[in-house]
C-alpha cells in the first residue's frame, strides 16, 4: 500500500502575504478613536492569528458585549482594506512554491482565522485560490487559534493525518495551535524573530527559501511532533 501524502497547511496573514504592518496600523486607529493607548504592534506579537474580536477582547479593563466587539472588529477590517488595498502582493516566491509542491505531491490546505470575505480579499484578488484543495476559515470551526480547531479541520478536509501535515506559520499563538493539532512548523519570519519560535523545522523569511525537496528532508530529520509549550501561551496572556 503507497504512502499516504503529505500535507502543507498555509496560515494567511503573515504567511501568503506580508501585511501585519497594515494590520497594527488599522488596530491603532481604531484604538484612537476609542481613547485606548494600547501598543497595537506589540498587542499582535503576542495574540496575532487570533480572530480579531478576540484580540479586541483583551485590550479593555471592563466586559465588552460581543455584538460591540463585532462591530469593532468589522471597523478595523475596513481600515485595514482601505490601508491594504493597492498593497496586496504574494510573499516572494509563493506562487512557484505552491506550482512545486503541488507537482511533488504535496495536498495543500489554508487555515486561517479571517472570514470568508477578508480570505476572498486576499487570495482571490492574487488569484491563489486555485492552488489550495480545501480553504478554512474562522466560520468552518467552534474554536480559533491558539485551539487546534483550524489546522485540525483543514487536515481532516484534506484526508490527510496530522503527522503528515507542516504548517507554514508566523505567529506563536498559530504555532502553538500546529503542534496541539499533532502537526509540525515552519516558521515564516515576517513577524517575528526566528529564535521566538518555539521549535520549527526551520524559519524562512520568504518562499524563495524553500524548496519541496527540503520539506521533505526536514519531515525525515524531525519525525517528532513537538508538545505545545503552557509557559510560551500562557506569556503571551492565553490559557491551554
Given amino acids: 500500500m503507497p504512502d499516504q501524502p503529505y500535507a502543507l497547511l498555509f496560515d494567511m496573514d503573515g504567511v501568503l502575504i506580508d501585511n501585519t504592518p497594515y ?8 484604538f484612537r478613536d476609542l481613547g485606548l493607548t494600547t501598543n497595537a504592534r506589540r498587542l499582535l506579537e503576542r495574540l ?27 471597523q478595523r477590517e475596513l481600515l485595514y482594506r482601505v490601508l491594504y488595498w493597492d498593497k496586496r502582493r504574494e510573499l516572494a516566491g509563493l506562487t512557484p512554491f505552491l506550482q512545486a509542491a503541488r507537482a511533488a505531491g504535496f495536498r495543500i490546505g489554508l487555515g486561517t482565522g479571517s472570514a470568508a470575505d477578508t ?4 487570495i482571490d484578488h492574487l488569484d491563489l485560490r486555485r492552488y489550495f484543495d480545501v480553504v478554512v476559515g474562522k466560520d468552518d470551526v467552534p474554536k480559533g487559534k491558539p485551539h487546534k480547531d483550524t489546522f485540525a479541520e483543514t487536515a481532516r478536509q484534506l484526508g490527510v493525518p496530522p503527522e503528515r501535515c507542516v504548517v507554514f506559520e508566523d505567529a506563536i499563538l498559530g504555532e502553538q ?4 493539532a499533532g502537526m509540525r512548523v ?27 525537496e527540503q520539506v521533505h528532508e526536514l519531515l525525515a530529520r524531525h519525525p517528532a511532533t513537538p508538545k505545545p509549550s503552557r509557559e ?3 506569556r503571551h496572556y492565553m490559557k491551554l
Fill in 48 to 74: 496575532n492569528g487570533m480572530p480579531a474580536s478576540t484580540i479586541l477582547r483583551t485590550v479593555f479593563t471592563s466586559p465588552v458585549p460581543k455584538k460591540k466587539l463585532e462591530e469593532y472588529a468589522a
Fill in 232 to 234: 510560551l501561551a500562557r
Fill in 23 to 30: 494590520q497594527a496600523r488599522a488596530f491603532q486607529l481604531l
Fill in 119 to 122: 480570505i476572498g480579499y486576499i
Fill in 186 to 212: 515552519i516558521g515564516v519570519s515576517t513577524s517575528l524573530r526566528p529564535e521566538q519560535f518555539q521549535a520549527p523545522l526551520t524559519v524562512i523569511k520568504d518562499f524563495r527559501g524553500i524548496t519541496p
Fill in 177 to 180: 495551535s500546529a503542534y496541539r
